[in-house]
Protein backbone atom coordinates (compact mmCIF):
# COMPACT_ATOMS: atom_id res chain seq x y z
CA UNK A 1 0.00 0.00 0.00
CA UNK A 2 2.28 2.78 -1.13
CA UNK A 3 -0.44 5.95 -0.85
CA UNK A 4 0.75 8.65 -3.12
CA UNK A 5 4.00 8.09 -4.87
CA UNK A 6 5.53 10.99 -6.84
CA UNK A 7 8.81 11.13 -9.15
CA UNK A 8 11.57 12.09 -9.39
CA UNK A 9 12.52 13.20 -5.60
CA UNK A 10 14.90 15.26 -6.70
CA UNK A 11 15.69 17.34 -9.69
CA UNK A 12 17.97 20.17 -11.14
CA UNK A 13 17.08 22.08 -14.85
CA UNK A 14 18.80 24.73 -16.36
CA UNK A 15 16.23 27.79 -17.60
CA UNK A 16 14.52 27.32 -20.53
CA UNK A 17 14.60 23.10 -19.59
CA UNK A 18 10.90 21.17 -19.57
CA UNK A 19 10.37 18.39 -17.08
CA UNK A 20 7.21 16.21 -16.28
CA UNK A 21 6.80 15.43 -12.50
CA UNK A 22 4.98 12.05 -12.39
CA UNK A 23 2.06 11.34 -9.04
CA UNK A 24 0.09 8.19 -9.15
CA UNK A 25 -2.28 7.05 -6.04
CA UNK A 26 -3.55 3.60 -5.20
CA UNK A 27 -6.33 4.90 -2.80
CA UNK A 28 -8.86 4.63 -5.45
CA UNK A 29 -9.23 8.62 -4.70
CA UNK A 30 -11.76 10.91 -7.02
CA UNK A 31 -9.22 14.07 -6.46
CA UNK A 32 -5.70 14.76 -6.86
CA UNK A 33 -3.75 18.06 -6.73
CA UNK A 34 -0.70 19.83 -6.99
CA UNK A 35 0.72 22.35 -4.48
CA UNK A 36 3.90 23.74 -4.38
CA UNK A 37 5.36 24.75 -0.73
CA UNK A 38 8.15 27.59 -0.39
CA UNK A 39 9.67 28.96 2.60
CA UNK A 40 6.98 31.35 4.88
CA UNK A 41 4.13 30.91 2.11
CA UNK A 42 2.51 27.92 2.92
CA UNK A 43 1.38 25.56 0.26
CA UNK A 44 0.04 27.12 -2.71
CA UNK A 45 -2.37 25.23 -5.06
CA UNK A 46 -1.16 24.99 -8.47
CA UNK A 47 -3.73 22.80 -10.03
CA UNK A 48 -5.95 20.19 -9.00
CA UNK A 49 -8.21 17.44 -10.93
CA UNK A 50 -11.56 16.98 -8.80
CA UNK A 51 -12.48 13.65 -11.37
CA UNK A 52 -10.82 12.10 -13.95
CA UNK A 53 -11.26 14.10 -17.01
CA UNK A 54 -11.26 17.46 -15.42
CA UNK A 55 -8.58 19.72 -14.25
CA UNK A 56 -8.77 23.30 -13.00
CA UNK A 57 -6.46 26.05 -12.17
CA UNK A 58 -5.57 27.10 -8.23
CA UNK A 59 -4.25 29.94 -7.30
CA UNK A 60 -0.58 29.79 -8.85
CA UNK A 61 -1.11 28.01 -12.43
CA UNK A 62 1.15 30.31 -14.22
CA UNK A 63 4.11 28.30 -16.29
CA UNK A 64 2.36 24.75 -15.59
CA UNK A 65 0.26 22.51 -17.23
CA UNK A 66 -1.15 19.34 -16.01
CA UNK A 67 -2.68 15.77 -17.22
CA UNK A 68 -4.77 13.57 -15.31
CA UNK A 69 -4.06 10.43 -17.10
CA UNK A 70 -7.05 8.08 -15.75
CA UNK A 71 -7.97 8.16 -11.93
CA UNK A 72 -4.91 6.85 -10.37
CA UNK A 73 -2.20 9.58 -11.75
CA UNK A 74 -1.91 13.10 -12.37
CA UNK A 75 1.06 14.60 -13.54
CA UNK A 76 2.43 18.44 -13.91
CA UNK A 77 4.67 19.44 -16.52
CA UNK A 78 6.85 22.73 -16.78
CA UNK A 79 7.11 23.82 -20.47
CA UNK A 80 9.91 26.59 -19.99
CA UNK A 81 11.64 26.26 -16.51
CA UNK A 82 12.36 29.75 -14.77
CA UNK A 83 14.23 30.05 -11.40
CA UNK A 84 11.05 31.37 -9.45
CA UNK A 85 9.67 27.94 -10.18
CA UNK A 86 12.16 26.41 -7.73
CA UNK A 87 10.32 24.77 -5.07
CA UNK A 88 9.35 21.91 -3.71
CA UNK A 89 6.47 20.49 -4.97
CA UNK A 90 3.87 17.73 -3.06
CA UNK A 91 0.79 15.71 -5.02
CA UNK A 92 -1.28 14.66 -2.88
CA UNK A 93 -4.65 12.86 -3.41
CA UNK A 94 -8.52 12.83 -1.63
CA UNK A 95 -11.84 10.89 -1.37
CA UNK A 96 -15.07 12.80 -2.02
CA UNK A 97 -16.95 13.46 1.19
CA UNK A 98 -20.62 14.59 1.04
CA UNK A 99 -21.64 17.94 2.27
CA UNK A 100 -18.26 19.38 2.17
CA UNK A 101 -16.11 17.69 -1.34
CA UNK A 102 -12.95 17.65 0.26
CA UNK A 103 -11.43 15.17 2.66
CA UNK A 104 -8.27 14.52 3.95
CA UNK A 105 -5.76 15.52 1.83
CA UNK A 106 -3.09 12.13 1.19
CA UNK A 107 -0.05 13.77 0.25
CA UNK A 108 3.56 12.63 -1.72
CA UNK A 109 6.81 12.78 -0.12
CA UNK A 110 7.67 16.01 -2.21
CA UNK A 111 9.87 16.91 -5.04
CA UNK A 112 12.53 19.00 -5.04
CA UNK A 113 13.12 20.79 -8.19
CA UNK A 114 15.88 23.46 -8.45
CA UNK A 115 16.29 26.06 -11.60
CA UNK A 116 19.25 27.66 -12.45
CA UNK B 1 -11.01 33.80 -3.86
CA UNK B 2 -10.41 32.40 -0.38
CA UNK B 3 -7.85 33.52 1.69
CA UNK B 4 -6.84 32.04 5.35
CA UNK B 5 -4.65 34.03 7.63
CA UNK B 6 -2.59 32.47 10.26
CA UNK B 7 -0.80 33.74 13.24
CA UNK B 8 1.61 33.66 14.71
CA UNK B 9 4.52 32.61 11.89
CA UNK B 10 6.40 31.29 14.91
CA UNK B 11 5.95 30.02 18.35
CA UNK B 12 8.17 28.64 20.87
CA UNK B 13 7.12 27.19 24.24
CA UNK B 14 8.34 25.26 27.19
CA UNK B 15 7.50 21.41 27.58
CA UNK B 16 4.11 20.64 28.69
CA UNK B 17 3.09 24.12 28.24
CA UNK B 18 -0.20 24.83 25.58
CA UNK B 19 -0.04 26.02 22.03
CA UNK B 20 -2.37 27.97 20.50
CA UNK B 21 -2.47 28.62 17.03
CA UNK B 22 -5.19 30.24 15.22
CA UNK B 23 -6.58 31.44 11.35
CA UNK B 24 -9.12 33.19 10.02
CA UNK B 25 -10.84 32.74 6.65
CA UNK B 26 -12.79 34.88 4.58
CA UNK B 27 -14.88 32.56 2.49
CA UNK B 28 -18.40 32.67 4.11
CA UNK B 29 -18.88 29.58 1.97
CA UNK B 30 -16.19 27.39 3.84
CA UNK B 31 -17.13 24.49 5.76
CA UNK B 32 -14.14 21.98 5.82
CA UNK B 33 -11.45 23.10 8.38
CA UNK B 34 -7.94 20.76 9.29
CA UNK B 35 -4.58 21.30 10.33
CA UNK B 36 -1.77 19.45 9.17
CA UNK B 37 1.36 18.81 10.64
CA UNK B 38 4.69 19.40 8.79
CA UNK B 39 8.45 17.60 10.18
CA UNK B 40 11.02 18.53 8.85
CA UNK B 41 11.75 17.44 5.86
CA UNK B 42 8.37 14.88 5.27
CA UNK B 43 4.86 15.69 3.71
CA UNK B 44 2.56 17.10 5.77
CA UNK B 45 0.19 14.93 7.64
CA UNK B 46 -3.59 15.63 9.07
CA UNK B 47 -3.86 15.63 12.61
CA UNK B 48 -7.09 17.14 13.29
CA UNK B 49 -10.13 18.80 11.22
CA UNK B 50 -13.57 19.85 11.93
CA UNK B 51 -16.27 20.78 10.05
CA UNK B 52 -18.95 23.67 10.23
CA UNK B 53 -21.76 22.18 12.15
CA UNK B 54 -19.17 21.50 15.09
CA UNK B 55 -18.14 24.21 17.04
CA UNK B 56 -14.97 22.14 18.47
CA UNK B 57 -13.29 18.80 18.35
CA UNK B 58 -11.17 17.06 20.77
CA UNK B 59 -8.54 14.53 20.19
CA UNK B 60 -6.44 13.52 23.15
CA UNK B 61 -3.81 16.55 23.67
CA UNK B 62 -5.32 18.34 20.59
CA UNK B 63 -8.24 20.36 19.74
CA UNK B 64 -9.65 22.11 17.46
CA UNK B 65 -11.99 25.26 18.06
CA UNK B 66 -14.42 26.86 15.15
CA UNK B 67 -16.57 30.08 15.39
CA UNK B 68 -18.12 30.73 12.19
CA UNK B 69 -19.60 33.70 12.62
CA UNK B 70 -16.25 35.65 13.17
CA UNK B 71 -14.92 33.55 10.42
CA UNK B 72 -11.95 32.25 12.75
CA UNK B 73 -10.12 28.44 14.26
CA UNK B 74 -7.63 27.68 16.65
CA UNK B 75 -5.64 24.72 17.12
CA UNK B 76 -4.82 23.97 21.01
CA UNK B 77 -2.38 21.68 22.27
CA UNK B 78 -1.91 20.89 25.61
CA UNK B 79 1.36 19.15 27.47
CA UNK B 80 3.36 20.11 24.99
CA UNK B 81 6.43 17.92 24.07
CA UNK B 82 9.13 18.04 22.23
CA UNK B 83 7.70 15.33 19.39
CA UNK B 84 5.05 18.62 18.52
CA UNK B 85 7.90 20.64 17.25
CA UNK B 86 6.77 20.88 13.42
CA UNK B 87 5.40 23.03 11.22
CA UNK B 88 1.46 23.53 11.82
CA UNK B 89 -0.76 24.37 8.58
CA UNK B 90 -4.34 25.09 8.94
CA UNK B 91 -6.62 25.05 6.01
CA UNK B 92 -10.06 25.78 4.68
CA UNK B 93 -12.48 23.85 2.07
CA UNK B 94 -15.79 24.27 1.11
CA UNK B 95 -17.98 22.87 -2.07
CA UNK B 96 -15.46 23.35 -4.60
CA UNK B 97 -12.84 20.39 -3.63
CA UNK B 98 -9.90 22.41 -3.04
CA UNK B 99 -8.70 23.86 0.20
CA UNK B 100 -6.62 27.46 0.80
CA UNK B 101 -4.03 26.50 3.70
CA UNK B 102 -2.32 29.20 5.52
CA UNK B 103 1.31 30.03 5.51
CA UNK B 104 2.07 27.66 8.54
CA UNK B 105 3.57 28.07 12.19
CA UNK B 106 6.83 26.87 13.27
CA UNK B 107 6.22 25.40 16.58
CA UNK B 108 9.29 24.60 18.60
CA UNK B 109 9.18 22.59 22.03
CA UNK B 110 11.67 23.13 24.37
CA UNK B 111 12.65 20.96 26.64
Redesign the interface.
Same mark, same amino acid.
Given at each position: NAGVTQTPKFQVLKTGQSMTLQCAQDMNHN?M @?W @?RQDP??????IY @?S?SEGTT?K??VPNGYNVSRLNKREFSLRLESAAPSQTSVY?CASSAF?T????G??F????SRLTVL | GENVEQHPSTLSVQEGDSAVIKCTYSDSASNYFPWYKQELGKRPQLIIDIRSNVGEKKDQRIAVTLNKTAKHFSLHITETQPEDSAVYFCASGGSNYKLTFGKGTLLTVNP
Open positions: S @Y @YGMGLRL @YADGEFLGTNTELFGEG | -
